[in-house]
């Protein structure tokens, strides 16, 4: 904490969006990381030259950095701690030297629950996992999310409490019962919240689902910054929807009146995360910083299946026409900007027919975060030279009531951004799309299966 202040660069010229923008960098550079250390955990595995791994693993190079750089802080690191410096008029707060006191619904109505209540789901393992434990301390920043997802769905005050310590905890996935185990193993070095001591407990919730079904709690542990914990918390979920979820770890200290206060969290990316490996791991503790809604890129995952029957493929004079099938099977990890369920539907087009005709839905599946849509689009009228000139839109939708919200969507086309000769700005595909959109059209006759991103930064077109 000494060297906070000096280890930090002037990055208050920089807009919100232009500094989730460099986190968004950053958590590349951490998917890059993460795919090394398996590059690396194989190589452990298949080569029994010393030497030669050493080479290959790139160990050399680490050993020489550190020995050469001992006490320099990583340009990672600097920009992290800096974005986390939040300025106000007339006085500065460090988001890493500051609590946070809990302000959710259903942990203010009554606080007395939170300090001796133990979740439903909370099963004790057996005590000897934590002699197994290695600190993963290389590994843990590979999972972590650069901003809070949390900080979307929750509100609440600072205080003056220091983020600080580490949490250890493993995720294991039952496959048959269809059941997360998040095993919470203990917590080291926490901020003391009143007289060097805290009365810490874990809460976790599965985002984005933020309703009282996701949040679980360890028990809680009497005046000691250090709790050993030894817990087991359960979800009921089956491992294809862990893809679109992340976890949500916090500590907080159990206050006997008032607010309960925060001091600090870690995000995991399930996505990421190695699932061959069952040990426990340490993860730093981080205060909660804020991620706005229009620095998200995804807002979860659709799952298809798309094909082109060409004109008399199937038979004497059948179809008349070329068709297009759409089967649009399911969604995982609907992102909402309050959380929790989503009742949702999918709309598609094929441009550049925007018109009403053009225009089919999925019924509206309610309150899911993981919908199962199961619903085939059919257009006709199609040969195969119009293929490289047209574009499928799929957007999903939210519905609140009478209002429909724009999640997000995908787009299926060659991606020339041009439509018969003219300059289209929906012809913005992905490589991920167009790869798709070409399987299509190379192999008429079959279903081509895709999972593609709910992407937000769909270019706008006219109506």
Same mark, same amino acid.
């Not at 009554?110 to 909370?122: L, P």
């Given at each position: 904490?000494?060297r ?24 590349r ?27 290959l ?40 030297s ?9 942990? =203010? ?6 300090t ?5 789901? %909370? ?16 590994l ?10 949390? =900080?979307? $769905?929750?509100?609440?005050? $600072?205080?003056?409490v220091?983020?600080r ?13 269809? #059941? ?11 901020a ?9 407990? %874990?809460?976790t ?6 309703? =009282?079904?996701?949040?679980?709690k ?18 009921? %979920? ?15 200290? &159990? &206050? ?48 298809l299946?798309?094909?082109?029957i ?31 369920? %989503?009742?949702? $539907? ?7 027919d &925007? ?18 849509y ?48 003219? &300059? ?8 991920? #799309? ?30």
């Amino acid at each position: 904490m000494e060297r906070e202040d000096e280890d930090s660069l002037d990055l208050s010229h920089l807009t919100e969006e232009e500094q989730s923008t460099i986190l968004n960098v950053l958590q590349r550079d951490l998917e890059l990381r993460r795919r090394d250390e398996g590059r690396v955990r194989t190589l452990e595995q298949t080569e029994t030259d010393p030497g030669r791994l050493r080479s290959l693993s790139g160990a050399w190079f680490s050993e020489e950095q550190s020995r050469r750089y001992r006490n320099r802080t990583t340009g990672c690191d600097l920009v992290h701690a800096t974005i986390r410096r939040k300025k106000t008029k007339g006085k500065e707060y460090v988001s890493r030297s500051n609590g946070y006191r809990e302000d959710t619904e259903e942990d =203010s109505i009554s606080r007395n629950g939170d300090t001796d209540s133990i979740s439903s789901d %909370v099963t004790e393992p057996d005590k000897y996992s934590l002699r197994t434990s290695s600190s993963g301390s290389s590994l843990h920043s590979s999972y972590t999310l650069s901003g809070s997802m949390m =900080s979307l $769905f929750s509100t609440g005050e $600072f205080g003056l409490v220091e983020v600080r310590g580490r949490i250890q905890f493993s995720l294991v996935h039952d496959n048959h019962k269809e #059941e997360l185990h998040v095993i919470v193993h203990r917590c080291e070095d926490l901020a003391p919240a009143r007289k060097n001591q805290s009365d810490p407990y %874990v809460k976790t919730y599965l985002l984005p689902d933020k309703s =009282s079904h996701s949040k679980k709690k360890t028990s809680v542990k009497k005046r000691t910054l250090d709790p050993v914990y030894d817990q087991t918390l359960r979800y009921k %979920v089956n491992a294809g929807e862990l893809r679109g979820r992340t976890l949500n770890l916090s500590v907080w200290h &159990a &206050a006997s009146l008032g607010r309960n206060v925060f001091l600090g969290e870690v995000e995991v990316a399930l996505s990421l995360w190695d699932w061959t490996s069952t040990q426990p791991q340490w993860h730093d503790l981080l205060p909660r910083v804020h991620l706005s809604p229009d620095s998200i890129s995804s807002r979860g995952t659709v799952f298809l299946s798309i094909k082109f029957i060409p004109e008399g493929s199937e038979g004497p004079g059948l179809p008349l026409t070329g068709e297009l099938h759409i089967w649009l099977r399911e969604a995982h990890g609907l992102l909402s900007n309050k959380g929790g369920a %989503v009742s949702s $539907f999918v709309k598609s087009y094929i441009l550049p027919d &925007a018109s009403r005709q053009s225009g089919q839905k999925t019924r509206v599946v309610k309150r899911s975060i993981s919908p199962t849509y199961n619903h085939t689009m059919v257009y006709d009228g199609f040969q195969t030279s119009d293929l490289r000139e047209a574009c499928a839109e799929l957007t999903v939708w939210q519905r609140e009531g009478l209002k429909t919200l724009l999640l997000g969507g995908a787009r299926l086309s060659p991606g020339t951004g041009q439509s018969y000769g003219e &300059a289209v700005s929906w012809m913005d595909s992905t490589e991920e #799309e167009i790869a798709v959109w070409t399987t299509m059209i190379q192999n008429p006759n079959r279903w081509v299966d895709a999972t593609l991103s709910i992407r937000t930064n769909l270019t706008h077109r006219p109506k």
